[in-house]
């Protein structure tokens, strides 16, 4: 099973509203990533867990809070959001043991985020 | 500065024909190299992964080439199919546990 479950798939929320993203995976990853993608460019990384632990935060602002309760879940709790916000938000996990820039990361099918 | 570079920025050929993409790259240090493909609105699918030692791997219709000296890939479609339409995106991964350097991506339309 080389899956990566993102739900929901589509969410559309105003700039007052709480949500969050929720991903899984069953590979027995133990690192996972958030990736913003806008239409047209890379996707940018903005958090790293590893061993369910934060190691990178690449100066996402704190209306994104993400969280990873065991080593197949990863959440993106979401607060506040601007309207700039909006985009493709896309999960990854990956093997460890020989850094970050070494391992094949397998990417969910994304949540399209809209913010009103 | 790390920096990943694609060209064509975008391509159009008709189905059954071959094409190939080019990405050029300044990476240091280097680990491997990646390309991937996405769908639109669908998250990255990995094509193939090739290390500073290896210089073609194929995966079906996709054979990747890496030339480390010139800090060049390629990524060749044999047979195109409607289906290949999508954005090829390659991506080096640096030695140094740090992320992964992105390309922008070559956008591929296969029309029939």
């Known amino acids: 099973d080389t899956e990566v479950t993102q739900t929901p798939k589509h969410l559309v929320m105003g700039m007052t509203n709480k949500k969050s993203l929720k991903c899984e995976q069953h590979m027995g990853h133990r690192a996972m990533y958030w990736y913003k993608q806008k239409a047209k460019k890379p996707p940018e990384l903005m958090f790293v867990?590893?061993?369910?632990?934060?190691?990178i935060n690449e100066s996402v602002p704190s209306r994104f809070s993400p969280e990873c309760p065991n080593s197949s879940l990863l959440n993106l709790h979401l607060h506040a959001l601007q309207p700039e916000d909006s985009a493709l938000y896309l999960c990854a996990s990956s093997q460890l043991g020989q850094g970050l820039g070494k391992n094949i990361q397998y990417f969910g099918a994304g949540t399209r985020l809209s913010v009103l | 500065k790390n920096q990943v570079e694609q060209s064509p920025q975008s391509l159009i050929i008709l189905e059954g024909k071959n094409c190939t993409l080019q990405c050029n790259y300044t990476v240091s240090p280097f680990s491997n190299l990646r390309w991937y493909k996405q769908d639109t609105g669908r998250g990255p699918v990995s094509l193939t992964i090739?290390?500073?030692s290896e210089n073609t791997k194929s995966n079906g219709r996709y054979t990747a080439t890496l030339d480390a000296d010139t800090k060049q890939s390629s990524l060749h479609i044999t047979a195109s199919q409607l289906s290949d339409s999508a954005s090829y995106i390659c991506v080096v991964g640096a030695g140094n546990n740090r992320k992964l350097i992105w390309g922008l991506g070559t956008s591929l339309a296969v029309n029939p």
């Open positions: 867990y590893s061993y369910e632990k934060l190691s």
């Open positions: 090739m290390t500073f």
